[in-house]
């Protein structure tokens, strides 16, 4: 949880949120239009990473969090899936393709690992 809260939460978007245009071109992250959906994402992975990393230092970690955190992974994953699929990231640099295996593969990751403690949380009284 705390690797995927700072990569994908407080690195990527911090990136998404603050860098300027010219380096997400440069980057092929950003083609063109407007700039605020990405910014909007930046925003939400941060909050995301922030509450990754604070649940993880809990002693417990409750059902409706693991399960948020399955959904968000999981659609994320799904999200840069389909965008791979589609090939709408062709425009992407090698810095930006290796930062897309690795936040998939943390996706991915941040989606299975969670599943093996649902069966850990039920436990009838």
Known sequence: MR??????????????????????????????????PLRATGAVL??????YILAANQDIINMPLLLSMVIANGLLAIVLLFAYLQQELTGLTLFGQLLLI????????????????????????
């Open 3 to 36: 690797l995927n809260g700072l990569v994908i939460g407080l690195v990527l978007g911090l990136l998404c949120l603050l860098s300027p245009k010219t380096s997400l071109v440069a980057w092929g992250l950003y083609t063109s239009g407007a700039l605020w």
């Open 46 to 51: 941060l909050a995301l990473g922030l509450l």
């Open 102 to 125: 690795l936040i998939f593969l943390l996706c991915l990751i941040g989606a299975v690992v969670p599943l093996r403690y649902f069966r850990l949380e039920y436990r009838p009284f």
